[in-house]
């Protein structure tokens, strides 16, 4: 059986990048993160306890992402690292980082990595 907890779509202000400006000025980053673990125990029982707090998950990203790094994979390394340590029962996370706005030529909507770890079980 396969569940999934997805994060879609957040915004956060922060500081990463190589160059100069970036930190100075810094830009919009949107993560979109899915989690795969067994929830059917929390489908039967609708207790948080039998499950992954998403609420824990989204306050682990906010707090990495406040440390300023020059690489987007280095931020997303950390943030699969902290959720996967917080939460053992996870059997893989996937993250997709877009940097808004990247100091680049041309028009686009952005720049993205996307990591994914899975977690023995």
Same mark, same amino acid.
């Not at 020059?70 to 996870?90: C, M, N, Q, T, Y």
């Given at each position: =059986?396969?569940?999934?907890i997805i994060l %879609?779509?957040?915004?956060?202000?922060?500081?990463?990048? /190589?160059?100069?400006?970036?930190?100075?000025?810094?830009?919009?980053?949107? @993560?979109? /993160?899915?989690?795969?673990?067994? @929830?059917?125990?929390?489908?039967?029982?609708?207790?948080?306890?039998d499950t992954i707090?998403?609420?824990?998950?989204? %306050?682990?990203?906010h707090e990495e =992402?406040?440390?300023? $790094?020059? @690489?987007?994979?280095? /931020?997303?390394?950390?943030?699969?690292?902290?959720?996967?340590?917080? +939460? $053992? %029962?996870?059997?893989?996370?996937?993250?997709? =980082?877009?940097?808004?706005?990247?100091?680049?030529?041309?028009?686009?909507?952005?720049? $993205? /990595?996307? @990591?994914?770890?899975? +977690?023995?079980?």
């Amino acid at each position: =059986m396969t569940s999934k907890i997805i994060l %879609e779509n957040i915004k956060i202000y922060a500081y990463h990048g /190589v160059l100069p400006e970036e930190k100075i000025l810094g830009t919009y980053y949107i @993560l979109n /993160v899915e989690i795969k673990a067994d @929830l059917w125990k929390a489908a039967k029982t609708d207790h948080l306890d039998d499950t992954i707090n998403y609420a824990e998950i989204n %306050e682990i990203i906010h707090e990495e =992402m406040k440390i300023p $790094s020059e @690489l987007l994979e280095h /931020v997303a390394g950390r943030i699969i690292d902290k959720i996967g340590e917080k +939460f $053992s %029962e996870i059997s893989s996370i996937k993250i997709k =980082m877009t940097k808004t706005k990247p100091p680049m030529q041309g028009e686009m909507d952005g720049v $993205s /990595v996307e @990591l994914k770890k899975n +977690f023995k079980k």
